[in-house]
C-alpha cells in the first residue's frame, strides 16, 4: 500500500516538473519513453509514459515498455525509493533487489530525469 501511495505521488511530482520546471522540461520535451515500476510478486505497480514533454501515469504496467523495474518486494522499494542515500539504489541492484527488465540506457536515462526533478543534478 505504501509503495503504491509513493509510486502515485512520484507521478504527481514528475507531472508537475514537466510544467514548472525549466530544465526538467528542456530534458524530457523529445523524449518518448514507456516504464513500469512493480514488486516481483506483482501486487504492487504503476506505469509512466513520457511523450514528447507530457507525462502520463497509470496503474499497473504498460504495453511494451521500455523497461521495467522490478523490486523483490514492497518493503525494500519503499525503503530504497524514500531513502536520501543516494547509493541505496546502486545497493539494491547490487544484492539483486532491483532488477531492470529491458533497455538500461533508457533506465540510465529515467534515474537522471528524477534527479532533474529533485534537484539533485
Do not use: C, H
Not at 509512466?48 to 504495453?63: C, D, R, V, W
Amino acid at each position: 500500500m505504501k509503495l503504491n501511495l509513493l509510486l502515485y505521488v512520484l507521478s504527481i511530482k514528475l507531472k508537475k516538473a514537466a510544467k514548472k520546471n525549466a530544465r526538467f522540461m528542456k530534458f524530457i520535451r523529445d523524449k518518448n519513453l514507456k516504464l513500469g515500476i512493480r514488486t516481483a510478486d506483482g501486487r504492487s505497480g504503476r506505469q509512466y509514459t513520457f511523450s514528447n514533454g507530457k507525462i502520463l501515469s497509470g496503474s499497473g504496467l504498460p504495453e511494451a515498455p521500455d523497461f521495467v523495474m522490478v523490486w523483490s518486494d514492497a518493503d525494500t522499494a519503499f525503503k530504497t525509493m524514500s531513502s536520501t542515500n543516494e547509493e541505496a539504489a546502486v545497493a539494491a541492484l547490487t544484492e539483486k533487489k532491483l532488477q531492470v527488465e529491458g533497455d538500461l540506457k533508457e533506465f540510465m536515462w529515467f534515474s537522471r530525469a528524477v534527479d532533474i526533478m529533485m534537484g539533485k543534478a
